[in-house]
């Protein structure tokens, strides 16, 4: 009989803990066994790891965090970590190991991998920064938590006739800010991607004033060049308006999985688990338009994200 471990690592993503039941359940259906691992690499060190059963997957879809806890993990750069967890791995007579997580996560697999462990990747991270993938599983939740937050701050901001910088996640991707910008209909955004122009808001800002148009969403991304409160004090300089500033944070993290993660973790999830049996190696699995597909690993993390510029004309034209 084949047996799996599943790890989920890095920061938390909703949506893990419905990969883990697709890649447990399928599984089952294929006769493998797995073994949950906990606190991502660092587990596998230490070797912190357990059979999963079916039952052990059963109400966990609709959560968000992960079943298996995350970590990331400093000594599993180092040889030792790794040896370490090639050890434990060939102890438990583990054929694959399944890793949830965004880009560091996936480089710690290629590590591995080239150790001669085949291991599969299922891209877990709310940031959607990784380029091989149209979606990472998380983005989706995470871009309503950002919407839901937008929409209330929109009631107060324009009760007072303020305008409100919201900061959301995204290190080095604008991803999150993008989407919620379109959809939360915010006046501006600050991504990473994009030298940081405060002239351009003012006057965006000032232009809305003109029309009677007194509060402004401005939806700023962590990884911007500029911080939070001096954006915010630049703003008001220049347009002589009260401005307020929320940063959403982990609050992004946490959640129900949305329909659209529950699905594609399901999908993913399920997907890994028939490249095990087939003895594929190991792969990246993501979404390609509506297919499932699986790449090399070194080829997926070389994959940088090219985020959707047309989507900053989109959110200027429709707060205009
Ligand atoms: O999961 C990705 C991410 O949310 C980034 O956007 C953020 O900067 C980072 O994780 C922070 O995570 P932590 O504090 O858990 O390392």
Redesign the pocket.
């Known amino acids: 009989m084949k047996k799996i471990g599943i790890l989920t690592s890095?920061?938390?993503?909703p949506g893990m803990n419905a990969a883990i039941r697709a890649v447990v359940r399928t599984a089952y259906t294929y006769g493998i066994e797995t073994v949950g691992i906990m606190r991502g690499f660092e587990g596998l060190i230490e070797d912190d790891m357990k059979l999963l059963t079916r039952e052990d997957v059963g109400d966990i879809i609709q959560n968000g965090g992960t079943v298996l806890k995350t970590a990331?993990s400093e000594r599993f750069k180092s040889f030792f970590g790794q040896d370490k967890a090639i050890e434990n791995l060939n102890k438990h007579g583990i054929d694959a190991l399944v890793v949830c997580g965004?880009d560091g996560s996936f480089r710690g697999a290629a590590d591995l991998s080239k150790k001669g462990i085949a291991v599969m990747c299922i891209p877990c991270?709310?940031?959607n920064?990784q380029g091989y993938t149209d979606y990472t599983i998380?983005f989706d939740t995470a871009v309503n938590t950002v919407l839901d937050a937008v929409s209330k701050i929109r009631d107060t901001a324009s009760a007072h006739d303020r305008t409100t910088v919201v900061e959301v996640?995204?290190?080095e991707c604008g991803d999150?800010a993008l989407y919620a910008g379109v959809t939360g209909g915010a006046d501006y955004i600050f991504i990473p991607e994009v030298p940081v122009d405060t002239g351009a808001v003012i006057t965006k800002i000032l232009e809305g004033v003109e029309r009677n148009k007194n509060h402004s969403i401005i939806i700023k991304a962590?990884?911007v060049d500029i911080s939070t409160e001096k954006l915010c004090d630049i703003i008001s300089q220049g347009t002589g308006q009260e401005v307020r500033s929320v940063v959403l944070a982990?609050l992004?993290?946490g959640g129900s999985p949305s329909a659209k993660d529950r699905m594609l973790a399901s999908l993913i999830g399920s997907r890994t688990v028939e490249l095990i049996d087939a003895d594929s190696g190991s792969r990246a699995i993501g979404l390609s338009g509506n297919e499932i597909i699986d790449i090399d690993i070194d080829e997926a993390v070389a994959t940088k994200r090219q985020v959707d510029l047309e989507l900053l004309s989109l959110i200027d034209n429709l707060s205009k």
């Open positions: 890095g920061g938390d993503a990331r965004g991270t709310i940031d920064d998380g996640m995204g290190r999150i962590e990884g982990y992004q993290r």
